[in-house]
């Protein structure tokens, strides 16, 4: 197999880079939107969302601003040729996360990646300098194992990262779980190791890795774990909660949905308060105020086990800075039926229109079967959405990779 990690920086030219400085008043992007309307006000490039390919690159979707994309397009170091082995994840970008991570005002893009399952994890950066235009830049050929998920641990509005280490027993039930907080430390378009364990960070790093925060006595001898791809401040204290799930088997187990609380210096609570239990398994779950209380709730599900294929909405409720979830108030806000097994979702409001959007991810062919079908829901401002439009069906697995945008 060919290696890439000798290339330690390319570029995907797809149109040329556009120069966007100028004076637009009340425009600071000049991307003809003005500001109060602009989720994106100081990125003049379109808003956009990833999915890995079943050829080892990823595939890109522009956002028009009316709740359509513009054709999609591939970029990335080509991962494992045109004939990928049957569940072979390695040869596959996994755990995109797209945010402001050099502080330019633009979203970018971490993305991890395998070349094959003897080879360590890579670490790469993709810049944006263009609508259809990235670099690629490897930051670590072998770093710490993580998934890049966000999360604003201090409340610099910055997008710090955290992950998890799960240890499981020969039956494949869970033996321990440790929750660590990835401090955004070092710039990105330099750094040449993702993690360091020591707080002054003398290598420079892109993140800084807390001690850990134990989770074992909450999930031993659980058959999975849930963690969202965004972690929000739930209590407004400035630093960064979590919102967690369990079950307990695999079939129709329920789901305890936890909180543990950012303690500001990327350690969380590790004793979860238990909001609710929803009373089916829960595989995704996103964290977002979709009924524009001022408070973030929970939409999760997508099994295939008791109600397949379903994503419910539960309201989140902030008392006296104490944060829950309203299990009275929860609805069925999504049913894709049994060919909704490993549903991904991701919030954005990619039609302006001020009301938070879907887009998922979910098999059509029936529990673990393609085809995988994209399809964007458009958000009502209550935690409902209007009939699903697909975007487009893959003959493999690549609609549930999909991951948008996180904003802090």
């Known amino acids: 197999e060919e290696s890439t990690t000798d290339t330690e920086e390319s570029t995907t030219d797809t149109e040329e880079s556009t120069d966007t400085k100028g004076d637009c008043p009340g425009d600071i992007d000049c991307d003809g939107l003005l500001d109060e ?3 994106l006000p100081t990125d003049p490039f379109p808003p956009f969302f990833v999915n890995g390919t079943e050829t080892g690159v990823i595939e890109v979707w522009n956002s028009n601003g009316d709740g359509t994309f513009a054709a999609p397009f591939e970029i990335g170091i080509p991962y494992g040729g045109n004939t990928p082995q049957q569940g072979d994840y390695a040869i596959y970008y996994a755990g995109p996360s797209i945010a402001d991570y050099d502080g330019d005002g633009r979203l970018d893009m971490l993305m991890s990646a395998y070349r094959s ?4 994890r890579e670490l790469w950066w993709f810049e944006r300098v263009g609508p259809q235009q990235f670099t690629q830049r490897l930051v670590d050929a072998d770093p710490p194992s993580f998934y890049n998920r966000t999360i604003d641990l201090d409340g610099d509005h910055a997008p710090d990262n955290f992950t ?16 660590y907080g990835l401090a955004l430390s070092g710039d990105v378009r330099t750094a040449n190791c993702a993690v360091s364990d020591d707080p002054l960070n003398p290598g420079g790093c892109v993140f800084v890795r807390s001690q850990p925060t134990d989770l074992s006595p909450w999930y031993i001898n659980q058959w999975q774990s849930g963690f969202p791809l965004i972690g929000r401040d739930l209590d407004g204290d400035g630093s960064g909660d979590l919102l967690i799930t369990k079950y307990a088997s695999g079939g129709a187990s329920p789901s305890p949905i936890g909180r543990i609380d950012g303690l500001g210096g990327g350690t969380f609570t590790n004793a979860p ?13 996103v964290i977002e105020d979709f009924d524009e209380d001022g408070v973030y709730d929970f939409i999760g599900g997508c099994d295939d086990d008791g109600d397949p294929g379903s994503l419910w909405f539960y309201p989140g409720v902030l008392n006296q800075g104490t944060y829950t979830l309203d299990g009275v ?8 039926g049994n060919s909704g097994h490993n549903c991904a979702a991701h919030a954005f409001d990619w039609d302006g229109d001020g009301h938070l959007d879907l887009i998922t991810g979910h098999n059509t062919g029936g529990v673990y079967a393609t085809p995988t079908e994209l399809n964007y829901f458009r958000g009502l401002g209550d935690g409902h959405f209007d009939p699903p439009i697909t975007l487009a069906t893959y003959p493999g697995l690549e609609a549930w990779r999909m991951v948008g945008p996180s904003l802090f």
């Open 329 to 336: 108030g929860a609805f069925e806000t999504i049913d894709f």
């Open 273 to 285: 308060a238990l909001l609710l239990t929803h009373p089916l398994p829960v595989n995704t779950m």
């Open 37 to 39: 309307e602009d989720p």
């Open 164 to 179: 998890y280490e799960v240890d499981k027993f020969n039956n494949g039930f869970i033996a321990a779980m440790r929750v």
């Open 117 to 120: 399952p003897n080879l360590p």
